[in-house]
C-alpha cells in the first residue's frame, strides 16, 4: 500500500548531511550504468503549464516521475506505486545537496571562506551543503538590496554557526574566496570571472533556463574542469554554457557530467590553482533517489498517511 509524505515529513527525514550522502552513491550508481535520467519536460496546456522529469535508480529499487506539485515513486521490483511525495522541501533540499557533492569534489580541501550571490530561500540549502563538506569560518553574502543581504546573513550566522558577513557589490562577494555559489534568477552575468582567484570552485545553480545567464564567458574560459549534472538537459537548459556554445567560446565536449568526477574518473580538482565550475540543473535521478531514502526513513519511523491503493 502506497503512502503519502508532506513537505513537513520531508524536512523531518531528509536532513542535508545524509542527503549528500545520498546523492554520491547515486552519481556513483550512475557511474556504473545503474540509472536512467528522464529530462525535464515543460508544457503549456491553455493558460496553464506542467514540469515533468524523473527517472530510475536501480541501487534504490525505486523510479519515479516528479509532476509540477506531487513526486509519484514506484518499484523497480513489483512496478507498484510506493509513494506519493510532495516535491517542495525535498527538491529545495536535493538542489543544495548537488552542490555539496559536486563542490566535496571539486573545491580545495581546506576551502573555508565562501561567497554567495543571491539571498533568496533557494541559497539556504546552498550555503547549509558546503558547510557540510567543508570547514567553512566566514561566508560573504551580496544581493542587491541591502536590508534582504542584511536580513538573510543575520539568519544564516544562527542557522549554521560561522561567521556571515554581508557585502556591497559582487566584487566583494567573490574576492579572495575559495568557493563561489551564484543563485539567482538573472539574466545576465553577476559577476566578473577575471576577477576569481586561482583555486575558486564555482556553483551555478540559480539558472535551468536558456534565457538565464549566472556566470559570464570567461569564467567558462578559465575553468579547467567543467561538470554539469546531465549533460542532454545542459544542452537544454545551462544558459551560460548554450550562449558560450553558440558564439563559439564553449565546445560542449569541453564538460563532464558529475559522476565522472565523483566516480574518479575525472579529476574534480586537476590542480591547486585550477578553477573549477558546477553548472547545476537539477535532475530527476536527484529527485528519485532522494525520495527513495525518505521512503525508507518513513517505513522505519512509521510516518505518512496510508494510501487506499
Known amino acids: ?23 554520491d552513491d547515486l552519481f556513483q550508481q550512475e557511474s556504473r550504468g545503474l540509472v536512467e535520467n528522464v529530462s525535464r519536460q515543460r508544457r503549456r496546456f491553455g493558460r496553464a503549464g506542467a514540469t515533468v522529469m524523473g527517472g530510475a535508480v536501480l541501487g534504490s529499487n525505486a523510479y519515479g516521475i516528479r509532476h509540477s506539485n506531487v513526486t509519484l515513486l514506484y518499484s523497480t521490483e513489483t512496478g507498484a506505486l510506493d509513494a506519493v511525495i510532495e516535491p517542495g522541501t525535498l527538491a529545495w533540499i536535493r538542489t543544495g545537496a ?3 557533492v559536486a563542490v566535496k569534489y571539486m573545491a580545495r580541501p581546506d576551502a573555508s571562506v565562501i561567497g554567495v550571490l543571491g539571498a533568496g530561500r533557494q541559497a539556504v540549502t546552498q550555503l547549509e ?14 544581493s542587491r538590496t541591502e536590508a534582504t543581504r542584511r536580513d538573510f546573513s543575520a539568519q544564516m550566522a544562527e542557522r549554521l554557526g560561522v561567521a556571515v558577513e554581508p ?10 574566496l575559495q568557493v563561489v555559489v551564484a543563485i539567482t534568477s538573472a539574466r545576465e552575468p553577476v559577476f566578473d570571472g577575471a576577477l576569481l582567484e586561482p583555486g575558486t570552485c564555482v556553483v551555478a545553480a540559480g539558472s535551468n533556463s536558456y534565457a538565464k545567464r549566472e556566470v559570464d564567458d570567461t569564467t567558462i574560459q578559465r575553468a579547467e574542469v567543467i561538470a554539469v549534472d546531465n549533460l542532454e538537459q545542459a544542452k537544454i537548459e545551462c544558459g551560460e554554457l548554450i550562449w558560450a556554445a553558440d ?10 557530467e558529475l559522476h565522472e568526477v565523483v566516480s574518479g574518473r575525472v579529476p574534480g580538482r586537476p590542480s591547486a590553482d585550477a578553477i573549477t565550475l558546477f553548472e547545476s540543473q537539477g535532475i530527476g535521478i536527484e529527485d528519485v533517489a532522494a525520495s527513495a531514502y525518505v521512503l525508507k526513513r518513513a517505513r522505519e519511523e512509521g510516518v505518512g498517511v496510508a494510501l487506499p491503493f
Do not use: H
Open 1 to 23: 500500500m502506497a503512502i503519502y509524505l508532506t513537505n513537513d515529513d520531508v524536512r523531518r527525514l531528509l536532513p542535508m548531511d545524509k542527503c549528500i550522502e545520498v546523492l
Open 98 to 100: 548537488a552542490s555539496g
Open 129 to 142: 551543503a558546503i558547510c557540510a563538506v567543508r570547514p567553512v569560518s566566514l561566508i560573504k553574502v551580496y
Open 167 to 176: 557585502v556591497d557589490s559582487p566584487e566583494a562577494a567573490i574576492s579572495g
Open 247 to 256: 558564439r563559439g567560446v564553449f565546445r560542449w565536449g569541453q564538460a563532464v
